[in-house]
């Protein structure tokens, strides 16, 4: 194998080129994987560089590269797939690859090789130039310290920034038993920052980022990585007044934004086809029915340009698309890979995912969101007489068969009288997913998408994805707090 280089090459072109795998090589392999009696096959080629940067006082700690190279191999019979991987892309182990995963799903002979035609993509969500590679490690630590210098101005009660930069630059190509093939070239950045405010032994930790499928310049453009510096550097220092925060049932208030996370968790998950053809989600069987208020409705939109979620194909070669999942409160449909769309005979959604060619796909979200409104947000602040306003989210956990989350705010408010009032620290929203949407009462008018740092974590299997949401108001919800 020769050792790949940043050649502008068609991902078919790369595969081909450096791992000696030409069309007539792929055919035989696809032939070997189909068999005779299995219904439908694929192969997912996946070539990868990923490189991480991390400073902590000023100090760099940690800087890392790693490349990932292999395929994954899926054979269909009926509702049971073989899947088989290797990181060797030789032609021997991609025919042994191939036969395993024939021989999980259903025993059978080899099948005539399958031919294949090369599909161009029809869009290109995220045109970055070059791989990040190219871009000098010095520059990339450069940034990280501007961070942190930026950070530190803020506030003298600032005692610790710890700052982090990961890039990703993927090529995949796949291939199906129906011929066709189709690649994409990912790029992925994020930037984070986390600050550590003391004062009188009172010491609070806050943290802020961004990024998305863009070119390294995004983060120096407007000078956004101040802007995420400061805004971790307020968060921790807000904390630092922050009052325990009450308890009990409330009206909540979610602000625009990184609280789409509350949708995705509570809401998402169990719109996915899978957990709803095994009849083990809230929303299973409920497709036209109500399952929210009439101001809420939903979308997964896996094509928006250069966000952290969006694909120009998903991980089977579906092209990504806008999907309506509850429109005015009616459930509308769920989000489908191939295997799920085929035995619930429904349409695909383009969002059959993988973290790598060492996972099978699965239905996951791209970027989920929810639609505007017609309130504003002052007016949805002033219509409550006591509640809580959560601002943003930390961690949660959800219960896909039940619904029931809890999630802990990182920025929270009290509001007494139509007015915020003071920061509160320690809250926790505590509810069921197919109740919280029915009990929507206000929908603002300021729709915002996350800065790109969502991660999305399924059955061990990692993926970016994208949340958003306008101001919205809550009738009731539990709020677990200390006061």
């Avoid at 450096?18 to 192969?43: C, F, I, N, Q, W």
């Avoid at 619930?344 to 969002?351: A, E, S």
């Avoid at 996951?364 to 007016?379: A, D, F, H, K, Q």
Wanted: hydrophobic share 35%; glycine share 12%; with cysteine.
């Amino acid at each position: 194998m020769q050792k790949p280089n940043n050649e502008a090459l068609s991902p078919g072109q790369f595969f081909t080129k450096h791992y000696d795998l030409p069309p007539s090589s792929l055919e035989r392999v696809m032939g070997t994987a189909l068999g005779k009696r299995v219904d439908y096959a694929d192969l997912y080629f996946q070539y990868q560089v990923s490189e991480s940067f991390g400073l902590e006082e000023g100090i760099v700690k940690t800087v890392g590269k790693h490349i990932t190279q292999g395929v994954g191999v899926r054979a269909v019979a009926d509702a049971k797939t073989g899947y088989a991987h290797s990181d060797d892309l030789s032609l021997d182990h991609l025919l042994k690859a191939a036969t395993t995963a024939r021989y999980i799903a259903k025993e059978g002979a080899h099948a005539e090789p399958v031919p294949i035609q090369s599909t161009a993509l029809s869009h290109n969500l995220y045109p970055v130039d070059s791989p990040y590679t190219d871009i000098a490690v010095e520059e990339k630590i450069q940034l990280l310290r501007k961070m942190d210098r930026a950070a530190r101005r803020c506030d003298p009660r600032i005692q610790k920034v710890m700052a982090s930069l990961t890039c990703t630059y993927k090529i995949i190509y796949m291939v199906t038993s129906q011929g066709t093939a189709v690649g994409d070239i990912q790029p992925l950045m994020r930037l984070n920052i986390s600050c550590i405010a003391e004062e009188n032994g009172n010491r609070q930790v806050a943290g802020f980022g961004g990024g998305g499928r863009m070119a390294f310049s995004y983060f120096l453009e407007e000078d956004r990585f101040e802007q995420y510096a400061k805004e971790a550097a307020r968060q921790a220092i807000l904390n630092l007044s922050a009052k325990a925060a009450p308890a009990g049932a409330m009206e909540v208030v979610l602000g625009p934004g990184w609280s789409g996370i509350l949708l995705h968790e509570a809401i998402g998950h169990g719109l996915e086809a899978d957990f709803n053809r095994k009849g083990i989600s809230a929303f299973s069987g409920r497709i036209g029915t109500r399952v929210a208020s009439d101001l809420c409705t939903v979308i997964d939109e896996g094509n928006i340009p250069s966000r952290r979620g969006s694909l120009n194909v998903d991980d089977e070669g579906t092209p990504t698309g806008k999907t309506v999942l509850i429109e005015k409160g009616i459930l509308k449909g769920y989000l489908q890979d191939r295997l799920n769309a085929t035995l619930m005979k429904m349409p695909l959604t383009g969002n059959g995912r993988r973290e790598s060619y060492a996972h099978a796909p699965m239905p996951r979200m791209t970027n989920t969101y929810m639609l505007s409104g017609e309130s504003t947000p002052e007016e949805i602040i002033g219509s409550v007489k006591r509640g809580l306003y959560a601002a943003s989210f930390g961690g949660g956990q959800v219960d896909i068969t039940s619904g029931n989350f809890v999630f802990s705010a990182s920025e929270a408010y009290l509001i007494e009288d139509g007015k915020i009032t003071y920061p509160v620290k320690g809250a926790t929203l505590i509810g069921s997913g197919p109740e919280v949407l029915t009990r929507v009462t206000m929908v603002g008018n300021d729709l915002s998408l996350d800065p790109g740092v969502g991660t999305c974590g399924k059955d061990g299997q990692n993926v970016p994805v994208g949340v958003g949401l306008p101001t919205i108001k809550i009738s009731e919800l539990t709020v677990g707090g200390t006061a």
